[in-house]
């Protein structure tokens, strides 16, 4: 399975992306689907999650601005950034990790998208 992100790109503070994660193929059993951000220098470190089920979580500097969700039709999970603050910029990630109803697990990644926020 591969994930391809999209949506990055340059907005101003305050400004709004969307960003995109679509499977190349259906991917089976129960997941978790998130987003992760890195900074060059620095660990990469998770921004939210989304479970098969629909419940989320999300890093404290993000709760109230960024909005995970998914639609598993098209295998696709999304990460609407809304306020956004020039400490956001980073390189993102998506990533789903989950057990196949065979009982195999798996942990897939995007090739990140870059997202730059300027002041």
């Known amino acids: 399975v591969q994930l391809q992100a999209s949506g990055g790109g340059l907005v101003q503070a305050g400004g709004s992306l969307r960003l995109s994660c679509a499977a190349s193929r259906s991917i089976s059993g129960i997941n978790i689907m998130g987003w992760h951000r890195q900074v060059p220098g620095k660990q990469r470190e998770l921004v939210a999650v989304?479970?098969?089920?629909?419940?989320?979580n999300y890093a404290d500097s993000v709760k109230g601005r960024f909005t995970i969700s998914r639609d598993n039709a098209k295998n696709t999970v999304y990460l609407q950034m809304d306020s956004l603050k020039p400490e956001d910029t980073a390189v993102y990630y998506c990533?789903?990790?989950?057990?196949?109803?065979?009982?195999?697990?798996?942990?897939?990644w995007g090739q990140g998208t870059k997202v730059t926020v300027s002041s």
């Open positions: 990533n789903v990790v989950g057990r196949s109803w065979s009982f195999s697990t798996y942990d897939y």
């Open positions: 989304i479970g098969s089920g629909g419940s989320t």
